[in-house]
Each structure stands twice: as C-alpha cells, then as structure tokens.
C-alpha cells in the first residue's frame, strides 16, 4: 500500500512539470534573455543566468500589464553554433511574467524556468 502511494506521488509530481521551451534543451549559465515589445522596436529588459539565477532588468520601471511582447532566449553554448529562440506571449497582470503562448495554451515564462530548468527569476532595478 505504502509502495502504490509512493508512485502516485511521484507520478503526480512528474506529470505536473512544465516541459522544456519548444527547440531549448538546456539554458547553462551564461544564457540571456530579452524581451521586447511585440513590433520589436524596443528592448524592455534583458538579462543573462548565473548560477541558476537569471537576473533580468527592465529598461524601464517594470512591463506593463496585458502588453504583447515577445522573448528571445539565447542558451550559452561554447561552440560558434550559436541558436536562438524566439517566443510570444503576454505580460502578467502583475508585470512580473510573460505568460507565453505554446501549443495553443498560455504558459508562465517563471514556471517554466523553475521546473524545466532549474533556474530561478529575479528582476534587478
């Protein structure tokens, strides 16, 4: 009994993980993100990962709400193949996340660094 409720347990906590971004298979330190407004006319933070942290700045005080912006992730790689990658989505209620928009479903940019890769986000000022 003790051994089947172990691994609904475990089972439960594998299914509710947020897959890795589509084409992002790792973000190692050294990484960086940008998000920009969605005509990609202007940079509204930026920042790079550092042990497991990635520290992003906003350019000016924070996003804006419900704005459409879009997020660059750029995983460090030591090689000259250097990808990037490019997504959608909008910025949270509370001007703190991208919910981004994967697969027909709204996704937090937050959640998904958390528990696809590890990496925590704080925002600098």
Known sequence: MRLLALLLI???ALAAALPPLPGVSGLPDGSEVVIWSADAQSKLAKGAIKLRILSLTALYDKLTPNDKVGV???PFKNTSDL???AFAGTVSKDGLDVMLELANS???FTQTLKEAYGVRL???K
């Open 10 to 12: 475990i089972s439960t």
């Open 122 to 124: 704080e925002w600098k």
């Open 72 to 74: 660059w992730v750029l």
């Open 106 to 108: 709204k996704v937090s």
């Open 83 to 85: 990808k990037s990658f």
